[in-house]
């Protein structure tokens, strides 16, 4: 009994060394992915309320930005 109940402490151990080793790896590249300057989006202005979106969501009508399907239906009057 006291055999077996040593190899469980030492397995117990061995899982803690284990996911302490993973936990500081994975926080390392977490880090470094954080520190990266992410992409800049130039913004518009939706022609209908006047909020700034970035471009690549943007729905045109033509030349003219809108937020949403519902904001450029509005405007063009359908």
Same mark, same amino acid.
């Given at each position: 009994?006291?055999?077996l109940l040593k +190899?469980?402490?030492i397995a +117990? $151990?061995?899982?803690v060394v284990l996911? $302490?080793?993973r936990k500081m790896l994975t926080g390392r590249r977490g880090k470094s992915?954080? $520190? =990266?300057t992410p992409a800049? =989006?130039?913004m518009t202005k939706c022609a209908h309320c006047g909020t700034f979106l970035p471009?690549?969501?943007a729905l045109f009508d033509g030349e003219?930005?809108?937020c949403n399907e519902e904001h450029r239906r509005l405007a063009s009057g359908k």
């Open positions: 009994m006291g055999q +190899i469980l402490i +117990i $151990a061995i899982s996911l $302490a080793l992915e954080e $520190a =990266q800049v =989006q130039s471009e690549s969501q003219k930005p809108y």
